[in-house]
Structure formats: structure tokens, C-alpha cells
């Protein structure tokens, strides 16, 4: 519609400054600069994100009685999806994380270059929270291991998270 108003009032001598002109050419710039501005906008709240994620929930965390898994200190327990810890869901009770770093250890001392792959815990803060779909998972006493998995000749097979396999 504004570009048809535009022709219409092509034929006014002062047609650069007719209103529906300069609409139109404010429609142009806005559009143009609105896809610049969602891609600043998304990684301006990607950065504040994983900031939060990183650097201000864990220390929150410990005053709950929570404290996050490892994600890449500890080569013998390991998320087996980064979204799990990415998303918060990779906070447990102390005692849960010191008996999974011992569990990590014995397990790696009997077969040796296993690691122990987490799946969901529980969030940061407040009990009674649930993790859904787990509606277990709402004091961080529980954790969700992986599955060890053997080839026919005995050699233990790295899992990987691939899309459907939840």
C-alpha cells in the first residue's frame, strides 16, 4: 500500500517529503534493521544466559545445599547431553556428587577407561520443584545414570545423545 501511495504522490513536487514516502522509507529501514536487531537481541541474551548459567547459579546453588556436576573438571563423570547442564538440570546434594565421583573412580579402576555419563538431576534451588517428566527429581537425592553398553567382543561402547534418543 505505501509503495502505491508513493507513486501516487510522485507527480507533488516536494514528493520526497509527502508522508506516505517517507513511511514507506521508514518501513524499508525497519525492516532491514529488525533481522540485524533480532540476531544483536539473540546473542545479547545468549551471553547474559550462559553468564547466569556459569558464573552466577552455581555459587547461588550452594547456599540451597546444591552443587553442580562435573561438565568438563572430572574425565570420569560426564553429562552425556551439554543441554542437561545447560539447561540446569545437572544439580545434586554433596554427598550425591561425592558418591558418583567414587562410584566414577571404583567403575574406571574395574573396566578400565569407563566414564560414568549422567543424564537429568534436579535444578539449583528449592525442594519440591519437579524436574518433569521425573517427578522424583525434586530434592537433588536423585541422579540418572547411563546405561553401560558392551560390543559382542566385550568393548564397552561410547554412547553419544542423538536426536530420539531420549
Request: proline share 5%; charged share 20%; aromatic share 14%.
Amino acid at each position: 500500500m505505501g509503495f502505491i501511495n508513493w507513486i501516487v504522490d510522485h507527480r507533488n513536487s516536494n514528493w520526497r517529503h509527502s508522508p506516505s514516502f517517507m513511511y514507506s522509507s521508514f518501513y524499508l529501514l525497519k525492516r532491514k534493521f529488525r533481522r540485524r536487531s533480532k540476531l544483536i537481541n539473540s546473542l545479547i541474551f545468549l551471553l547474559i544466559y550462559l553468564f547466569t548459567t556459569f558464573i552466577v547459579i552455581s555459587p547461588l546453588a550452594k547456599s540451597f545445599g546444591r552443587v553442580p556436576l562435573p561438565v568438563f573438571s572430572n574425565q570420569l563423570v560426564k553429562p552425556l547431553n551439554i543441554m542437561t547442564c545447560l539447561l540446569n538440570r545437572h544439580y545434586v546434594r554433596p554427598h550425591l556428587r561425592e558418591s558418583v565421583e567414587r562410584l566414577a573412580i571404583n567403575t574406571e579402576k574395574q573396566f578400565i577407561g569407563t566414564v560414568v555419563s549422567y543424564l537429568d538431576a534436579n535444578f539449583p534451588f528449592y525442594n519440591g520443584f519437579p524436574l518433569l517428566p521425573h517427578l522424583s527429581h525434586n530434592d537433588g537425592r536423585k541422579l540418572d545414570i547411563a546405561f553401560f553398553y558392551k560390543d559382542k567382543k566385550g568393548n564397552q561402547i561410547k554412547l553419544k545423545m542423538r536426536k530420539g534418543n531420549i
